[in-house]
Every structure is written in C-alpha cells, then in structure tokens.
C-alpha cells in the first residue's frame, strides 16, 4: 500500500524553496550594499546547513524513490550553487568586486536546480491526486497505468477481483458514515495482509475495489486469493466502542484475462461476476467461467 505522504511532502517543498530564495537575496544583499557576508555563508558546508539543504537531506527517501538520478543532480547541483555563492563572497568581503564566472556558475545552478524541484513538484502532485485518502490505496486511474505497462512485458497471466461490499448503504445507515469510513479503512487493511507483492489493491470507487493478481500459474490461484480474502473479511467483523461489532461481508467477481484482453473488458467481466454474485445472495466468490 502507498504511504508515503506526498501532500506533505509539496507543502515542506514550497516552504524549503522559500528559504532558498532568502539566503540568494543575502548574497544580493551583500553584494549590492557591499557589507560583509555572514559567516554561515561561508561555511563548506553550507548546503547542508541551510533550510533548504536540511529539506533535502530529510527528504532524500522520497527525492529518490521519485527519481534516482534527477535526485543525485538535484544535491550536486544545489552544492555547486552554494560554492559559487562562497566564491561570489569572498571578493566581495574584501570590498572588491565578485567574478563573472562565479556568477555564471550560481545562474546555471539555481536554473538547473528549479528546473529539478519543478519536476519533483508535478511528480509529488501527480503522485497523491492518484491515492485515496481515506484508505491509502491507489486510484482507478492507478490503475489504468500499472496494467498497461505490465500488459507490454508479454507472456503476462493476471487475475482481477472486482469487490464491492454487501449491504454497505445499510452500515451507513445503521451506524453512521464515519463508521463507515472506519469499515472500509478495516477491509482495506485486512485484504492488504493478505496480498503479495505480486498482487495490487486499488479502491475503484466508493465500496468498489479492485485485486489484480499478476504472474498467476494457475487461474485457480485468483479464485483462492479471493476466497480468502472474502473468509478473512467475513471472520473479522469491526469492533465498535461499545462492545458490539459489524460484520462486513462483501462479493467478489473474479475474472482471468485472456490474451491481450483490454482492462475494460477484464473489468466488465469481473464486475458481471460479481454482479450475478449480489443476486445469487452475496458474501460469495464468482468466477464466470464456472457459470453456465
Ligand atoms: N462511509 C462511506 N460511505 C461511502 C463511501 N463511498 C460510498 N459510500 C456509500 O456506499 C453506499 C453504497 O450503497 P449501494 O451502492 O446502494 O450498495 P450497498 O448498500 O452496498 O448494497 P449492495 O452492493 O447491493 O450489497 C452508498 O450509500 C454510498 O454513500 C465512503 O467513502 N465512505
């Protein structure tokens, strides 16, 4: 399941890149009024001192899962800044004036290292608009990409599991919508436990998720996961504060992609399945093909 807090993540950004611009404006200074930079400026280390060089050392993680290589040139470029800045200072501390090259070199950098944040930027955006907030999982349009890109490896055999809770309107109803948040918060964090890295979990609407099993060896193998996963919901009713528990039960349609099958189409089927699963009275595994 994604974690990782990619709205926080923009927001510390916006106010690092802030901080960043208040320490070139005190080089500005410096040079323009002809005062004397101050001595965290000068230091070697400033990119690390600085609040945006703090920023980055506490974000690497996330810097580096977005993209491993704009991250390596995103810290070396926001060095190379900070050296050009030392060497801007220098001359100017002694009352003469800094050098072109020097400037050249801090222009280039900071282009090079906004350039750098602005992509992180759309990245990180990118990145939480495709996550549900309220259960962690990534969304329909998530989907969508991680099935093309994996339909293109060839010689891919993948199971998807359409689920939908049973009777979810009435749990609303009954205990009230944030109890309702809370059962789908459970359900969600209970299948997880069960899936492996190889199998994805993805909330496709409201009570609607989707389970996609990919290098399946045999179609069986889907039909047991969800089997398994409907049994371990059902086992595993939500406790509440005083004392009772609601039970969650859901159904699941399940649906093996034949060859190059587009995701709609694999969608349809399982969906059909669990559809005929809600009517033949829910809490059940339905695989169409064992329909006829
Ligand atoms: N608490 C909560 N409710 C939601 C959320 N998303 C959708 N719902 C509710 O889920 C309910 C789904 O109801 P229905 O589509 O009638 O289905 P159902 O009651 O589960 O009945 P069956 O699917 O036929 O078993 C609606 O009342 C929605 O308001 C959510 O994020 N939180």
New binding site residues.
Partial sequence: MQTFDFQNFVSALDTAQQAHFEWSQRILRCAVLHTRPQEDMMRTNAHHICLFGQFLDQHKIAFYTINTDRAEQLFLVHKQMHDAIRSIAIPISKGKPGNKVDLDEFETSQAAMLDHLAYFKTNAIHQYTQIDS?TGLPLRQRLTQDFEAKKNRGNWAVGLMFM??????????LY??????R??QHLVKQTHSLLEPHQSMYRY???EFVVVSNDLVESYDALELAEQIRASLFNTPVEIENGDTIPISV?IGVAIASEGEPLANLIERADHAMYLG?KQG?NRVIHLENLN
Avoid: Q, W, Y
Wanted: charged content about 30%; hydrophobic content about 30%.
């Fill in positions: 309220l939908d809770v049973d009777h979810f309107k009435a749990i609303n109803d009230g919508h944030s109890m309702g948040d059962v789908l609407g409201g009570e159904t809600k829910r």
